[in-house]
């Protein structure tokens, strides 16, 4: 009988903080804008950046339905992998950008040897 009384208390309880947990509404705003922020950065001209910024899109997407269903505390799960998703974009752009760069800077440098 206790422990039934236990589990009642415990399943309200739960069941109210998920009722209470707020919108996250904060969250998916800088997931949004690290979303721009990776598109700002030519995430679409890197393959595999373009991937994790796809990724991104339709975690922001689902958790647009999360939050219209009130489930804020899963949506906020989303937008967090969406975010690092986005953040992943952005670093992998950056990477690709850095190796060109090198890339000319050596066939410039290799061009001067030629050409004393």
């Not at 689902?62 to 952005?90: F, T, W």
Request: proline share 4%; with cysteine; charged share 25%.
């Amino acid at each position: 009988m206790t422990r039934s009384i236990v589990r009642i208390v415990f399943a309200t309880a739960a069941c109210a903080a998920c009722a209470i947990a707020p919108v996250p509404n904060d969250r998916l705003a800088a997931t949004e804008a690290s979303y721009r922020g990776a598109q700002e950065a030519g995430a679409d001209g890197v393959p595999q950046a373009k991937l994790h910024l796809k990724y991104a899109d339709e975690g922001i997407g689902q958790a647009r339905q999360l939050i219209a269903q009130r489930r804020p505390a899963e949506a906020v799960q989303v937008l967090d992998r969406a975010r690092a998703d986005a953040e992943l974009a952005v670093g992998l752009t950056r990477e690709a950008q850095s190796e060109w760069e090198a890339q000319q800077a050596a066939e410039q440098l290799k061009a001067l040897r030629a050409n004393p």
